[in-house]
């Protein structure tokens, strides 16, 4: 299969929105209530979000295409809390449900990561709703961690987690481990 990953430009709103909400409705559905999963995933809305977004040139989006279909998106940028200045926040990563588990999502961080750390950022923050299991495996399986920090959010409990990407350097300086 041919995958391509692009950077987000005008135009691309719409994409980034209904991947994002598709994403959220079968990855949220039992860990967000009916209405507030009903309004994050208002394509209108999210749609306008991403236009702003493009339009202020505000962050760093990335759209991966499977056989020319879009499939995954990606947004990083500053991270907006302010105990957390000098860092870059991956604000989302989402797939559409049915090519989950298949290695995209993996190969978009990958580019991200290694985006971020081209910035000349050293360390990478995001946040996770603590019930999503899944997406926090991923993550830990990415090299995250966990940092203990907590918010809530969205009517439920979202987990900050952490990943140096100057480790990266030393690992690869290190070779493989055994």
């Given at each position: ?5 692009h ?15 598709e ?19 208002d ?9 702003r ?28 809390d ?55 495996a ?38 493989p481990?055994?």
């Open positions: 299969m041919g995958v391509f990953i950077r987000a430009q005008a135009g691309d709103g719409p994409v980034l929105a209904y991947i994002q909400t994403s959220w409705k079968a990855a949220f559905q039992n860990i967000l209530d009916k209405d507030t999963l009903d309004r994050c995933t394509i209108d809305r999210t749609t306008g979000m991403y236009e977004l493009l339009k202020e040139e505000k962050g760093n989006g990335y759209i991966l295409t499977l056989d020319g279909q879009p499939h995954c998106v990606a947004w990083w940028e500053d991270a907006r302010p105990e957390l200045c000098g860092k870059a926040e991956l604000s989302c990563i989402h797939s559409l449900p049915q090519n989950w588990r298949k290695g995209y999502g993996g190969m978009m961080m990958d580019r991200v990561l290694a985006d971020i750390k081209d910035a000349g950022f050293s360390e990478v923050v995001l946040w996770v709703f603590a019930d999503n299991a899944r997406a926090r991923f993550y830990e399986a990415k090299g995250f961690c966990a940092t203990g920090r907590l918010k809530s959010g969205w009517g439920t409990q979202e987990m900050c987690y952490a990943k140096s990407l100057q480790q990266d350097d030393r690992q690869a300086a290190a070779g481990s055994i």
